[in-house]
């Protein structure tokens, strides 16, 4: 998957407990990114970075927030995971084109 | 971004060429054409992209019309591997997929 891999891949969690998903790259790209994917809504941006310490917000940003503090990871973090939040959770990179790692599955019980 | 249309989904017969339409009327200038593909449960992957001229790599052909106001991926000769919902994007900057076309190839 282009030099890219998240942590953990399944994650089963109590709504209200905070939860870390890991984007890792390889690669050295600039920009980085974090969608979900839900049955009936395809991809949507959560959001993405274009550099150390430099975020911004994708179309669906409620309830999440990211920290980029080296180049080579991303993290996602729900600060307090709602069952809306379950879903399937995509990080890209971005370098001549758009990759994207395998995925996290999260479900918010 | 501007909009895509594309046929929620679409059969193919093995061996045969899949041709995926997408309408992008209201696509401006410097917006590329981009296609990605995604395999059941995996993460999306790129096939292609143009500007305004057709292109070719080893997994697929791109044509665009002469107005850049729809396009056409070809995937000449389909494999039972090629299901996957397939996505066209146009963009400046980040991607925005739509719903894209659930493609079915077929034995």
């Known amino acids: 998957d282009a030099g890219i891999t998240q942590s953990p891949r399944h994650k089963v969690t109590e709504t209200g407990t905070p939860v870390t998903l890991r984007c890792h790259q390889t690669?050295?790209?600039?920009?980085m990114y974090w969608y979900r994917q839900d049955p009936g809504h395809g991809l949507r941006l959560i959001h993405y970075s274009y550099g150390v310490k430099d975020t911004d917000k994708g179309e669906v940003s409620d309830g999440y927030s990211v920290s980029r503090s080296k180049t080579e990871d991303f993290l996602l973090t729900l600060e307090s995971a709602t069952s809306s939040q379950t879903s399937v959770y995509f990080c890209a990179i971005r370098g001549y084109e758009q990759y994207f790692g395998p995925g996290t599955r999260l479900t918010v019980t | 971004d501007a909009k895509t249309t594309q046929p929620p989904s679409m059969d193919c017969a093995e061996g045969r060429a899949a041709n995926l339409p997408c309408n992008h009327s209201?696509?401006?200038?410097?917006?590329?054409v981009y296609w990605y593909r995604q395999i059941h449960s995996q993460g999306p992957q790129y096939i292609i992209h143009g500007l305004k001229n057709n292109e070719t790599n080893e997994m697929a052909s791109l044509i665009i019309t002469e107005d850049r106001k729809s396009s056409t991926l070809i995937l000449p000769h389909a494999t039972l591997r090629d299901t996957a919902v397939y996505y066209c994007?146009?963009?400046?900057?980040?991607?925005?997929f739509g719903q894209g076309t659930e493609l079915s190839v077929k034995p």
């Open positions: 994007i146009v963009r400046v900057g980040e991607l925005i």
């Open positions: 209201t696509i401006s200038g410097n917006e590329y």
């Open positions: 690669e050295n790209h600039r920009y």
